[in-house]
């Protein structure tokens, strides 16, 4: 609409419409901007006085860290994930730097503004062919695979894809095996007997004690440790004698389909009662894909055979129905370690397991 002068009101802007024709481009009228145009730098602040925190828990885009852990000034502050993070993950085991208020009164909310070096990453896929990782927990030394004797029927294939995970990582691998009243272990070591992992024994009592505990709080104590296994195998049952109060839900297995209920639902990280060490427990899982691990890097885990496999064909998958694998005639003339023959067997048994497109029938 036009404006004619009389009507002009001091100190307003107005755009004067011609009229007998449309508006085009050279009626648009820009002021330039009197502050000047600044480019937005690359450069992000160095935190320099950020406080270091690791990350116990995420619930719904928040993060549960301990500040000062075993000091004077011990509390647990809750946080939120930078911007300039980007996607990179944040997971339980994670130590971070904290900036804003890390006070950890209530209603208080802190960033995570930087992710510090991480000495293992333990990650699963989805499905074998699918190369997105799912990072579970970060910085932990020791992965303890918690595997029923009995009810529900250990499932030697979840065992197999956690190895090949632990291995690739570079953790340690430590076998929990539950309910040892329901049925012995001994058939079910003999075919990790030859990888060396060690394990421990355990089953609750009738006075509600643990046979086995003493000898798995010594295997935790100094580290920290990730419980990992399938629903209903006893994992939360463990992790509430070990940590009294941990209070983690435990439930029973189902008659028709065998498999345990969930009863943890987020991964939880707690300090051991000695206060020497961690122990992360994570939800039961049903299925383990390696869709991110290289066979390559699994063998590199096996030292006693990863050097002879350089005398195989090129393409060579070191399985038993490889043909011409220098694997085979390394063990028949002695030059493997002494376990050679059962080790190269516990290798293409795991490695099949890589190989193979089925991580729900673990």
Same mark, same amino acid.
């Given at each position: 609409?036009?404006?004619?002068?009389?009507?002009?009101?001091?100190?307003?802007?107005?755009?004067?419409?011609?009229?007998?024709?449309?508006?085009?481009?050279?009626?648009?009228?820009?002021?330039?901007?009197? !502050?000047?145009?600044?480019?937005?730098?690359?450069?992000?602040?160095?935190?320099?006085?950020?406080?270091?925190?690791?990350?116990?828990?995420?619930?719904?885009?928040?993060?549960?860290?301990?500040?000062?852990?075993?000091?004077?000034?011990?509390?647990?502050?809750?946080?939120?994930?930078?911007?300039?993070? /980007?996607?990179?993950?944040?997971?339980?085991?994670?130590?971070?730097?904290?900036?804003?208020?890390?006070?950890?009164?209530?209603?208080?909310?802190?960033?995570?503004?930087?992710?510090?070096?991480?000495?293992?990453?333990?990650?699963?896929?989805?499905?074998?062919?699918?190369?997105?990782?799912?990072?579970?927990?970060?910085?932990?030394?020791?992965?303890?695979?918690?595997?029923?004797?009995?009810? #529900?029927?250990?499932?030697?294939?979840?065992?197999?894809?956690?190895?090949?995970?632990?291995?690739?990582? /570079?953790?340690?691998?430590?076998?929990?095996?539950?309910?040892?009243?329901?049925?012995?272990?001994?058939?079910?070591?003999?075919?990790?007997?030859?990888?060396?992992?060690?394990?421990?024994?355990?089953?609750?009592?009738?006075?509600?004690?643990?046979?086995?505990?003493?000898?798995?709080?010594?295997?935790?104590?100094?580290?920290?440790?990730?419980?990992?296994?399938?629903?209903?195998?006893?994992?939360?049952?463990?992790?509430?004698?070990?940590?009294?109060?941990?209070?983690?839900?435990?439930?029973?297995?189902?008659?028709?389909?065998?498999?345990?209920?969930?009863?943890?639902?987020?991964?939880?990280?707690?300090?051991? #009662?000695? !206060?020497?060490?961690?122990?992360?427990?994570?939800?039961?899982?049903?299925?383990?894909?390696?869709?991110?691990?290289?066979?390559?890097?699994?063998?590199?885990?096996?030292?006693?055979?990863?050097?002879?496999?350089?005398?195989?064909?090129?393409?060579?998958?070191?399985?038993?129905?490889?043909?011409?694998?220098?694997?085979?005639?390394?063990?028949?003339?002695?030059?493997?370690?002494?376990?050679?023959?059962?080790?190269?067997?516990?290798?293409?048994?795991?490695?099949?397991?890589?190989?193979?497109?089925?991580?729900?029938?673990?």
């Amino acid at each position: 609409m036009a404006v004619d002068a009389p009507h002009r009101v001091p100190g307003r802007t107005y755009v004067v419409m011609r009229r007998g024709r449309d508006l085009d481009e050279s009626d648009v009228r820009v002021r330039p901007n009197r !502050r000047g145009s600044r480019p937005r730098t690359k450069d992000r602040p160095a935190h320099r006085d950020a406080v270091p925190a690791r990350v116990v828990a995420v619930d719904r885009g928040r993060w549960r860290t301990v500040v000062d852990a075993g000091g004077p000034d011990e509390r647990e502050v809750t946080a939120m994930r930078a911007r300039e993070l /980007g996607r990179s993950p944040v997971v339980p085991g994670d130590i971070v730097a904290l900036t804003g208020d890390v006070s950890g009164r209530d209603g208080s909310l802190a960033r995570i503004v930087r992710i510090e070096d991480r000495s293992s990453f333990l990650r699963r896929s989805a499905d074998d062919d699918d190369p997105t990782e799912r990072p579970l927990v970060a910085n932990v030394d020791l992965v303890v695979l918690v595997t029923a004797l009995a009810d #529900p029927e250990p499932r030697a294939g979840m065992v197999d894809r956690c190895l090949v995970a632990a291995y690739v990582a /570079g953790i340690d691998a430590l076998l929990a095996l539950t309910k040892a009243d329901l049925r012995g272990p001994e058939d079910f070591l003999r075919d990790y007997a030859p990888l060396g992992v060690e394990h421990v024994v355990t089953h609750v009592r009738p006075d509600g004690t643990i046979e086995g505990l003493e000898a798995l709080r010594e295997h935790l104590h100094g580290r920290t440790s990730v419980l990992i296994g399938h629903s209903g195998v006893g994992k939360s049952t463990l992790l509430n004698a070990l940590v009294p109060g941990a209070d983690r839900a435990t439930g029973a297995v189902n008659d028709v389909t065998g498999r345990g209920r969930h009863t943890s639902s987020s991964a939880l990280a707690l300090r051991l #009662p000695d !206060r020497s060490g961690w122990v992360i427990d994570t939800p039961g899982v049903r299925s383990f894909g390696l869709g991110h691990v290289d066979p390559d890097d699994l063998l590199d885990a096996f030292e006693d055979l990863a050097p002879l496999a350089a005398e195989c064909p090129r393409g060579c998958t070191h399985l038993e129905d490889a043909p011409d694998c220098a694997l085979d005639e390394a063990v028949e003339q002695g030059r493997a370690s002494t376990a050679g023959a059962s080790r190269l067997g516990s290798y293409r048994r795991l490695a099949a397991a890589l190989r193979r497109n089925d991580p729900w029938e673990a």
